[in-house]
């Protein structure tokens, strides 16, 4: 059963401290996605990769944000210095790069930022 | 720009009646449209997808959206709400970004909640 594996699912830190959240994309897609949810903005796109490459990370900020894919089967997203406004949840989805195709979500990556 | 959006942040509905959740959306090109569900403490899920195709797209668990141009709007319904429909609901549409490929634009959700 293919899926979109996160970790770690829930994380409580430190105002300062740095995270970082994991992704592995299902097999064979070309395509990630990170995505924040928030009870005041919703869904928000963070950064896109296509065949490894950041193709769109104009959602995230950029003095303390960081994505990247050192490889094919991982993502990451990094945040340093957190802040208590990061508190959120974060998804990562992978696809096939279509226009047409579904994006396949993983189960989240909880943030809470004390 | 494509965009989507969802009116009526929450939606009540008795079970066995018909839900109703609207979307509309803003594109100057013929978009591909999509409803995605997210049940608690859990990612989304596809529901079903419009691509040009048939403007009547049935999808999971019993759900179906209409696609109509005069109106603009990819409304999803189902005839009969059962309990474990209780979940937020996503309309979104894609577009094509510098590149290559896509991205999703989400709506603001619906929180659908089944009462008995």
Redesign the interface.
């Known amino acids: 059963d293919a899926r ?1 594996t996160q970790t770690p699912r829930h994380k409580v830190t430190e105002m300062g401290q740095e995270v970082t959240m994991r992704c592995q994309p299902i097999l064979g897609h070309n ?1 990630v ?1 990170w995505y924040r949810q928030t009870m005041m903005q ?2 928000e ?1 963070l950064a ?1 990769f ?1 065949n490894r ?1 950041p ?2 990370d104009s959602g995230m900020p950029k003095d303390r944000f960081s994505a990247e894919m050192p490889d094919a089967t991982l993502a990451t997203l990094k945040i340093q210095p957190s802040e208590p406004r990061d508190s959120a949840v974060y ?1 990562c ?1 992978s696809g096939f ?7 396949f ?4 990556s909880r943030l809470t930022v004390l | 720009a494509q965009s989507v959006t969802q009116l009526g942040s929450h939606v009540s509905v008795s079970e066995g009646a018909l839900v109703l959740l609207r979307c509309n959306y803003s594109s100057s090109v013929p978009p591909y449209l999509f409803w995605y569900v997210q049940y608690p403490n859990q990612g989304l899920q596809l529901l079903l997808k419009y691509t040009s195709a048939a403007t009547l797209v049935k999808g999971i668990n019993g759900f179906e959206a209409e696609f109509k141009k005069s109106e603009t709007s990819f409304h999803l319904t189902k005839p009969s709400a059962h309990m474990s429909d209780a979940a937020e609901y996503f309309c979104a549409v894609s577009r094509s970004i510098t590149g290559g490929g896509n991205k999703l634009t989400f709506g603001t959700g619906t929180q659908l909640k089944v009462e008995l």
Request: glycine fraction near 20%; hydrophobic fraction near 40%; aromatic fraction near 16%.
């Open positions: 979109v395509t996605f919703g869904l796109l896109y296509r490459a193709l769109d998804f989805a790069g279509t226009s047409t195709g579904e994006l979500f993983g189960e989240g």
